[in-house]
Every structure is written in structure tokens, then in C-alpha cells.
């Protein structure tokens, strides 16, 4: 269990990490140079904080390989811990400007970074779900297969 738990960190790291640079590629050929400048600044703490998130995400998605809770469970608590890092972690390196005496804007912040924690794990549950669908169809073949050469 411990070789998986490292596995899922490795790929939430390089998960976060690739993120991170598709994001600074973005703004580079966007024209975003102004907002490139904080990130350049301070890199290492930026580049640390899509780490930290991106093992905090990719980290904990090692929940689906257990049994016990419901998948409704799974998700819930992969929900809570990701949100429970990415948000602190945006707000503090700046990712997302905090209003604390706008706390509709806070609010509306938070929801819209719901949102999108939802839809990349809904891309992630229809490429795992394909990928179901796809070895289930070989492990078919093989079975059809195996029992013809059997007769």
C-alpha cells in the first residue's frame, strides 16, 4: 500500500508541476508578461505550491483503491482534502486575490474553484471509466479466446 500511496504523490507532483507550466505558458503566449512577473519573482515558493497542491489532489485519489467507504465517501473526501489545500495555497501565493471585506466575492471565488476541481476529476472519471470499458473488453476477447481453444 505504501508503493501505491508514493505512486499517487509522484503523480499528483508531476501533475501539479505540469499544471503549472502549461499555466506559464499560457499567460507567455497570451501576452501575459505582467502576469508572469509575480510568478518569476517568486518561484520557488510558486512552483512548491503547485506541488503542494498537486499532492494534495493526485495524493489522495489513492482513496478509490479501497473498499470500504462508498464512492460517494471517496469522492467527498477527495473533494475536501484538495479544496482544503488548493485554496489556502491560492490565496496565500496570490493565485486567487482574497477580499476579506468582500465576502461575496470570497464566496464566489470559492464556487467557482469547486467548479473546477469538479470538472478535471469528471475528466478523470471518464478517462478511468474508459479505461474500464476497454480492459474489461480485452479480458472478454481473452475469455472467448481461451475457451474456443479449449472445444
Given amino acids: 500500500?505504501?508503493?501505491?500511496?508514493?505512486?499517487?504523490?509522484?503523480?499528483g507532483i508531476s501533475i501539479g508541476c505540469?499544471?503549472?507550466?502549461?499555466?506559464?505558458?499560457?499567460?507567455s503566449v497570451g501576452?501575459?508578461?505582467?502576469?508572469?512577473?509575480?510568478?518569476?519573482?517568486?518561484?520557488?515558493?510558486?512552483?512548491?505550491?503547485?506541488m503542494?497542491?498537486?499532492?494534495?489532489?493526485?495524493?489522495?485519489?489513492?482513496v478509490y483503491q479501497f473498499d470500504r467507504?462508498?464512492?460517494?465517501?471517496?469522492?467527498?473526501?477527495?473533494?475536501?482534502?484538495?479544496?482544503?489545500?488548493?485554496?489556502?495555497?491560492a490565496i496565500h501565493?496570490?493565485?486567487?486575490?482574497?477580499?476579506?471585506?468582500?465576502?461575496?466575492?470570497t464566496v464566489l471565488q470559492f464556487l467557482f474553484s469547486c467548479g473546477i476541481f469538479m470538472a478535471i476529476w469528471f475528466c478523470f472519471y471518464l478517462f478511468n471509466r474508459n479505461e474500464v470499458k476497454r480492459i474489461n473488453k480485452k479480458l472478454k476477447e481473452l475469455e472467448r479466446h481461451n475457451s474456443s481453444d479449449n472445444r
Fill in 18 to 27: 505540469t499544471s503549472f507550466v502549461i499555466m506559464c505558458l499560457a499567460y
Fill in 93 to 105: 501565493l496570490g493565485w486567487i486575490p482574497f477580499y476579506p471585506d468582500r465576502k461575496i466575492i
Fill in 31 to 50: 501576452g501575459g508578461e505582467d502576469l508572469l512577473m509575480p510568478i518569476f519573482k517568486d518561484f520557488t515558493r510558486q512552483s512548491v505550491g503547485a
Fill in 52 to 62: 503542494l497542491v498537486g499532492i494534495a489532489c493526485g495524493g489522495t485519489a489513492v
Fill in 1 to 11: 500500500m505504501l508503493k501505491l500511496a508514493v505512486k499517487y504523490i509522484l503523480y
Fill in 69 to 89: 467507504p462508498s464512492y460517494f465517501r471517496k469522492t467527498i473526501i477527495h473533494f475536501c482534502v484538495g479544496m482544503s489545500v488548493f485554496y489556502p495555497v
